[in-house]
């Protein structure tokens, strides 16, 4: 039998995790994002042409045309490549933002570089480097976060913080003791902006206070009711003894509608993303109202880059018109303006 290899493991674990996102119901059983209690206050007269709203937004140097980005997902198998590449084109089209998945296999085996490389694809797109955050307690440091950025031209870097994933994985990395002091030390090294992203359970304020203390340059809430990656693991899991430790963590985590109000409170004057759950144009206007700059996308776009460019395309577009009309209805005309929107919160 073949001795598998760390970095075949990486690769066989991106796959695994592209594999059920398409295939299995990962999505929170009952917790919901809490965007669905939130409700616009519909402007009839808002004396307003659609054609005057602007969404654009500008961010680490770049522009964007809509205050969207195609949330970090995959890379290290040669099927994210290819859907890499078609959110990439599309992302290039639609002057919209683009993080990539994970790149510790691309460190650990540089051949598969090439699988998040797309910026000869998308020159002008504001675009994100990605690593886990607890790898800093496992031997990386600025040189490495360094490398992930140019290998793939990137204007920041995403770290992500995926304590609960790592946990429930048989084969995760756990020790996130002191990480703090480590995170302070890359953003004050590197030499682009550093983003703190979770991925699917969300920030408390003080975890967004002492990341903002640490020098971070944007928060990522990803909070809960969209993907569960408890429940991808749960998929995923090699005996009944994981699955059962995974499957009892499926409705863990902190609303995203929640995860974001922390965020502005816990960071007043750092760009908030958005992500968790979100699933129209709505949906991002209302993180907005929230106080968001921007709303982040992983699940609608992994399966619409799993079709082709064009699905993609026509799913920006979709959430870029969402959003609009969504401003001419509530009266305003610019993000910074839907920011300052009220909701009403629906009690049910």
Same mark, same amino acid.
């Given at each position: 039998?073949?001795?598998?290899?760390?970095?075949? /493991?990486?690769?066989?674990?991106?796959?695994?995790?592209?594999?059920?996102?398409?295939e299995?119901?990962?999505?929170?059983?009952?917790?919901?994002?809490?965007l669905?209690?939130l409700?616009?206050?519909?402007?009839?007269?808002?004396?307003?042409?659609?054609?005057e709203?602007?969404?654009?937004?500008?961010?680490?140097?770049?522009?964007?045309?809509?205050?969207?980005?195609?949330?970090?997902?995959?890379?290290?198998?040669?099927?994210?490549?290819?859907?890499?590449?078609?959110?990439?084109?599309?992302?290039?089209?639609?002057?919209?933002?683009?993080?990539?998945?994970?790149?510790?296999?691309?460190?650990?085996?540089?051949?598969?570089a090439?699988?998040?490389?797309?910026?000869?694809?998308?020159?002008?797109?504001?675009?994100?480097?990605?690593?886990?955050?607890?790898?800093?307690?496992?031997?990386?440091?600025?040189?490495?976060?360094?490398?992930?950025?140019?290998?793939?031209?990137?204007d920041?870097?995403?770290?992500?913080?995926?304590?609960?994933?790592?946990?429930?994985?048989?084969?995760?990395?756990?020790?996130?003791?002191?990480?703090?002091?480590?995170?302070?030390?890359?953003?004050?090294?590197l030499?682009?902006?550093?983003?703190?992203?979770?991925?699917?359970?969300?920030?408390?304020?003080?975890?967004?206070?002492?990341?903002?203390?640490?020098?971070?340059?944007a928060?990522?809430?990803?909070?809960?009711?969209?993907?569960?990656?408890?429940?991808?693991?749960?998929?995923?899991?090699?005996?009944?003894f994981?699955?059962?430790?995974?499957?009892?963590?499926?409705d863990?985590?902190?609303?995203?509608?929640?995860?974001?109000?922390?965020?502005?409170?816990?960071?007043?004057?750092?760009?908030?993303i958005a992500?968790?759950?979100?699933r129209?144009?709505?949906?991002?206007?209302?993180?907005?109202?929230?106080?968001?700059?921007?709303?982040?996308?992983?699940g609608?776009?992994?399966?619409?880059?799993?079709?082709?460019?064009?699905?993609?395309?026509e799913?920006?577009?979709?959430?870029?018109? /969402?959003?609009?009309?969504?401003?001419?209805c509530?009266?305003?005309?610019?993000?910074?303006?839907?920011?300052?929107?009220?909701?009403?919160?629906?009690?049910?």
């Amino acid at each position: 039998m073949t001795k598998v290899t760390p970095d075949t /493991q990486i690769e066989s674990r991106k796959a695994d995790h592209i594999r059920i996102n398409l295939e299995e119901d990962v999505q929170f059983p009952r917790l919901k994002t809490g965007l669905e209690r939130l409700r616009f206050l519909h402007q009839a007269l808002p004396e307003l042409n659609l054609s005057e709203v602007d969404t654009s937004i500008d961010l680490f140097g770049k522009t964007l045309a809509s205050p969207l980005l195609i949330s970090s997902m995959t890379g290290g198998t040669e099927l994210a490549q290819r859907l890499n590449e078609n959110l990439a084109v599309a992302a290039q089209t639609n002057r919209i933002a683009l993080g990539v998945g994970s790149q510790r296999a691309a460190l650990r085996d540089p051949g598969l570089a090439r699988t998040y490389q797309v910026r000869h694809l998308a020159p002008d797109v504001l675009l994100l480097a990605n690593v886990g955050a607890v790898q800093l307690n496992y031997g990386y440091g600025t040189d490495e976060c360094r490398r992930v950025v140019d290998m793939i031209e990137a204007d920041a870097l995403i770290l992500h913080f995926n304590v609960l994933q790592e946990a429930v994985q048989p084969e995760g990395d756990t020790n996130f003791a002191g990480l703090l002091r480590r995170v302070e030390v890359v953003c004050r090294e590197l030499e682009v902006p550093v983003i703190a992203k979770e991925v699917g359970w969300g920030f408390s304020e003080q975890n967004v206070r002492d990341l903002a203390n640490a020098g971070v340059g944007a928060i990522d809430v990803a909070g809960s009711g969209g993907t569960s990656w408890s429940e991808v693991e749960y998929h995923r899991a090699p005996t009944a003894f994981h699955a059962q430790v995974a499957a009892a963590f499926s409705d863990w985590g902190i609303a995203t509608a929640d995860a974001v109000r922390f965020a502005v409170r816990g960071a007043p004057d750092l760009p908030i993303i958005a992500s968790g759950g979100l699933r129209d144009g709505i949906d991002v206007a209302k993180c907005i109202a929230l106080g968001a700059l921007l709303g982040g996308l992983a699940g609608p776009f992994l399966k619409a880059a799993n079709e082709s460019v064009d699905v993609v395309d026509e799913l920006i577009r979709v959430l870029s018109t /969402q959003l609009r009309v969504a401003m001419l209805c509530s009266g305003v005309s610019s993000i910074a303006d839907l920011q300052q929107v009220h909701l009403l919160e629906v009690i049910s």
